[in-house]
């Protein structure tokens, strides 16, 4: 019976210890700063939980347009500690990743890094407009020499927006694969 006493007791304080770290580290990454003053960061619109709307995805791989349901697609996009960046941790159907974006506001240009699964790693640099509006041009490990990708997150509504991803080759031509989803705000 002591046994099972020192146990309890040890899986408790695990997890009050586990709360307390959690909590302590969202503090540390949003350095005290409320929503209030987010509305200064260019990326403020994306910031939220995010699913795919209707669990449409919509792709071609190189072997024609395929429409299909990703179930269960989660992401979590927030502002670090400054008003110019954001990070969007991506969960759910593999494979998962993140996405970090810091913008320059006296060049006007977003700095994209991001990595997926075991070798997508991207880079690259774009824009943002007035309306929240991304244009992107990016380059990924794993894809043929020379290609890039065009991404475009357009704003559908405050709640909504698209995202296309469409490859080119080292010609400035388009390869004809894409992947491309509707993003629906879960929460703020």
Same mark, same amino acid.
């Given at each position: 019976?002591? !046994?099972?006493?020192?146990?309890?007791? !040890?899986?408790?304080?695990?997890?009050?210890?586990? @709360?307390?770290?959690?909590?302590?580290?969202?503090?540390?990454?949003? *350095?005290? &700063? %409320?929503?209030?003053?987010?509305?200064?960061?260019?990326?403020?619109?994306?910031?939220?939980? /995010?699913?795919?709307?209707?669990?449409?995805?919509?792709?071609? /791989?190189?072997?024609?347009?395929?429409?299909?349901?990703?179930?269960?697609?989660?992401?979590?996009?927030?502002?670090?500690?400054?008003?110019?960046?954001?990070?969007?941790?991506?969960?759910?159907?593999?494979?998962? @990743?993140?996405?970090? /974006?810091?913008?320059?506001?006296?060049?006007?240009?977003?700095?994209? !890094?991001?990595?997926?699964?075991?070798? &997508?790693?991207? *880079?690259?640099?774009?824009?943002? *407009?007035?309306?929240?509006?991304?244009? !992107?041009?990016?380059?990924?490990?794993?894809?043929?020499?020379? %290609?890039? &990708?065009?991404?475009?997150?357009? /704003?559908?509504?405050?709640? =909504?927006?698209?995202?296309?991803?469409?490859?080119?080759?080292?010609?400035?031509? =388009?390869?004809?694969?894409?992947?491309?989803?509707?993003?629906? &705000?879960?929460?703020?």
């Amino acid at each position: 019976m002591k !046994l099972i006493k020192k146990i309890l007791f !040890l899986i408790f304080a695990v997890f009050s210890l586990t @709360g307390y770290t959690q909590k302590t580290s969202i503090e540390f990454e949003s *350095n005290g &700063r %409320t929503k209030k003053e987010t509305k200064q960061n260019p990326f403020e619109k994306f910031i939220g939980e /995010w699913t795919l709307k209707n669990d449409d995805w919509t792709h071609n /791989w190189g072997n024609g347009t395929e429409t299909i349901k990703i179930p269960n697609h989660h992401t979590t996009s927030q502002e670090i500690n400054t008003d110019n960046s954001l990070l969007s941790i991506i969960d759910g159907p593999q494979p998962n @990743g993140h996405i970090f /974006w810091s913008y320059n506001p006296n060049t006007k240009e977003i700095y994209h !890094l991001s990595s997926f699964g075991t070798i &997508r790693a991207g *880079n690259g640099k774009g824009t943002i *407009n007035a309306n929240g509006d991304v244009k !992107l041009k990016l380059f990924f490990e794993g894809e043929p020499e020379g %290609t890039y &990708r065009i991404y475009n997150y357009k /704003w559908i509504n405050d709640d =909504e927006y698209h995202m296309k991803s469409v490859q080119f080759s080292e010609k400035d031509v =388009e390869t004809g694969q894409f992947y491309e989803g509707v993003f629906r &705000r879960i929460k703020k």
